[in-house]
């Protein structure tokens, strides 16, 4: 099976690169995405919008023959459920890496604008639970990796139009949230519950992890997104 794995923002493809290997360990074709604009000055990238990134997956998944996997890792789950709401007969399955699937005309967050573009806000930006994993260490190596994104990404409402893509599988990959707990979240954002209840077809699994599982525990990760689509 080809597995597209998309990032969250401030990350490129290499952050996956710790999950790759027990995917084609287990004989799946893995394609981690860098997503247009990414580290790019405002200057160049003033023009991208979350629109193109989704566009960017889709393009992938005509690329490839057959069925395809789409892994969302966080603001890269928005992007990815845009792609299955684009290809709703190619996605075999929906992997969301700590985020739940957004409703129409909803954003990733709005952040700070810096130089046209937005830098990485910092980890202090984050809720404890999301940081708690990551040692100093290994906040300092992946602030200095943070790649900043297009201003119009993170802020641009996504358009979803075709409801095929609630009958596709999908899996939840929660942090640090169980499915009760998440659940409970979601019944706070009514049209964010709304969507996810009309899905047909959705499992949630506590990673027990923080935010970013890719960077603290990739080998859990991988297994836990080989799990999902074998399941």
């Known amino acids: 099976m080809d597995i597209i794995l998309v990032p969250g923002l401030w990350l490129d493809a290499s952050s996956w690169d710790d999950v790759v290997p027990a995917l084609r360990e287990a004989g799946h074709r893995t394609h981690a995405l860098t997503m247009p604009g990414t580290g790019s000055p405002g200057t160049e990238s003033a023009d991208i919008g979350i629109a193109d990134w989704v566009a960017a997956v889709v393009a992938r ?21 845009g792609a299955l709401d684009a290809r709703p007969d190619r996605v075999a399955h929906l992997v969301l890496v700590d985020t739940v699937p957004p409703p129409d005309g909803s954003i990733i967050s709005e952040f700070e604008v810096v130089d046209g573009v937005i830098p990485f806000p910092g980890w202090d930006t984050f809720d404890e639970p999301d940081v708690a994993d990551i040692d100093e260490a290994t906040r300092q190596v992946w602030a200095a990796r943070a790649l900043p994104v297009p201003r119009g990404v993170p802020m641009d409402p996504i358009h979803l139009h075709d409801p095929r893509r609630r009958a596709r599988p999908m899996t939840v990959l929660s942090g640090a949230n169980d499915e009760a707990t998440l659940r409970a979240m979601l019944e706070q ?9 009309a899905i047909e077809d959705v499992r949630v699994v506590h990673l027990g992890t923080g935010h970013w599982p890719q960077v603290t525990q990739p080998a859990a990760l991988g297994q836990a997104i080989l799990d999902s689509i074998t399941r």
Do not use: K, M, Q, T
């Open 61 to 81: 998944i005509d690329a490839l023959p057959g069925e395809v996997v789409l892994v969302g890792h966080s603001g890269g789950g928005n992007v990815a459920y």
């Open 189 to 197: 954002w009514p049209e964010w519950g709304a969507e996810f209840n």
